[in-house]
């Protein structure tokens, strides 16, 4: 794999990580449909969900915007005080 696809992975791993999770558990049949359990979604909301993901990573990564993981270094990285 390229050295530009590892650091748009490491980059972008929270982004990847949520939208991975979210198809393991539909994969998993985790869905409203199937487990009556509300808080698993409907396969429709799972799809819309998934679909505004991928677009908004997308959108980051081809206007190399930052990402989440960019926004924690912010609010975690020490700031000199004057």
Do not use: C
């Not at 696809?5 to 869905?31: D, P």
């Not at 396969?43 to 679909?51: I, R």
């Amino acid at each position: 794999m390229s050295n530009k696809m590892e650091t748009v992975k490491e980059r972008y791993s929270i982004e990847i990580e949520a939208i991975a999770n979210r198809l393991n558990h539909m994969e998993q049949g985790l869905i409203m449909e199937l487990t009556r359990v509300n808080m698993h979604g409907s396969l429709s909301t799972n799809v819309q969900e998934l679909t505004k993901d991928i677009n908004v990573l997308i959108s980051k990564i081809v206007n190399e915007s930052d990402s989440d993981l960019d926004g924690f270094d912010e609010l975690f990285t020490p700031t000199n005080k004057k």
